[in-house]
Structures are given as C-alpha cells and as structure tokens.
C-alpha cells in the first residue's frame, strides 16, 4: 500500500499543519497531533477523488521515497522544523497481516 510522506508542522497556534510533497495544493490540519494525522488521511482520499496531474492524467503518482526527498533541496527546506510521518493511501484499505 502506498504511503505518502506527509510534513506536520506546529503552528503558533499550538495547531499542526500537515503537507504533502507529492501532493502540491494537499494541506490540512488539526488541533493535535493526532487529529492532523486522522485528517491527514482523509485529505488524501477527498483530493483523490478529482486529481488531475500536469500532464493531464487522473489519479496520484506513486509517492516518492524518502531517500528520492532527500536530493530535493526545496523539501530540505519545507521540512525544516517538521515531524516527517507517513499516511497510507487508501486510508480505509485492510492491514496487511
């Protein structure tokens, strides 16, 4: 299943902020950390739903790995000061066992 690199940030507000790299435009939030990353989840699937790349096509991209993020200078500097977590997409998929 995949898994998407998700950046929670907390705010000034004592509010978490949650990105997505792969996903430019995909944000939300939470009053606590937890709370960002159930809403994190859903996000996922309500963006899902009407997704169209640059190119044209429909649907996410396979998330890129976190070594691939790494040699991207623009998310050393998103990350800075964030709590790098991982969301699996779909959210409501069965656990592997």
Known sequence: MPRYVALV???????????????????????TFDEAMEE???????AAEGWIN????????????????????EFLEDAKDAVIAFVEFPADAPAAE
């Open 9 to 31: 940030h907390k705010e000034a507000d004592g509010c978490y902020g949650v990105s997505f790299p792969d996903l430019p435009g995909v944000i939300t939030g939470g009053d």
């Open 40 to 46: 994190a989840a859903d996000v996922l699937q309500f």
């Open 54 to 73: 640059p190119d044209g096509s429909t649907g996410f991209k396979p998330p890129s790995t976190i070594e691939q993020l790494r040699n991207d200078p």
